[in-house]
């Protein structure tokens, strides 16, 4: 989180991190969705201003689709490493409020990804409106690469930073 919490600084964003409940708790168990969305929220609400871009990394992605899909009022959603399926699973597709979004999308994903299959997941967003996929090669759920990838994770960060830069420059220009 360390790491994405820079890359959003770097890309000229203000993230807020926080906790889930089950963490501050000191489970290891993640609390059901509604409690994970309802964190959200009342993290976000708290950000004054004007509507912030809600961003997440794995299970934190899915809760702030959920939210922007009741209707809170976001500018968009950062998605890092969406969990589409379980690793081992692809037909027990998450695909909860992906449909109901009505604001622009970045998702970010590594195509070794062992939470999704890359082209079931360019099948499942394909014609999902305002969706931008973002796919950094070689990475993992993590956003990180093999040392045999020949990559460095300065390089994988900088390919986020820079997907994420251009597209907040383009939800700022409404297109």
Same mark, same amino acid.
């Given at each position: 989180m360390l790491d994405l919490d820079a890359v959003l600084s770097s890309a000229g964003l203000k993230p807020v991190r926080f906790n889930f409940p089950y963490r501050d708790e000191g489970r290891s168990f993640p609390d059901r969705m509604p409690a994970l969305v309802a964190r959200y929220r009342e993290v976000a609400e708290r950000s004054g201003g004007k509507a912030p871009? #809600? *961003?997440?990394h794995s299970m934190g992605t899915r809760a702030a689709v959920a939210l922007a899909a009741e209707g809170f009022p976001c500018r968009g959603l950062i998605l890092f490493s969406y969990p589409l399926h379980p690793p081992g699973h692809p037909e027990k597709l998450r695909l909860d409020h992906l449909n109901g979004l009505k604001v622009p999308v970045l998702s970010i994903s590594g195509t070794s990804d062992?939470? #999704?299959?890359?082209? #079931?997941?360019d099948k499942t967003v394909g014609g999902i409106r305002n969706?931008?996929?973002v796919w950094i090669d070689k990475a993992d759920h993590g956003l990180t690469v093999a040392k045999a990838s020949g990559?460095?994770?300065?390089?994988? #960060?900088?390919? *986020?930073?820079?997907?994420?830069?251009?597209?907040v420059a383009r939800i700022a220009k409404g297109k």
């Open positions: 871009i #809600l *961003a997440g062992a939470f #999704l299959n890359p082209k #079931l997941m969706w931008t996929h990559r460095t994770r300065d390089e994988v #960060l900088g390919e *986020a930073v820079a997907a994420i830069r251009t597209w």
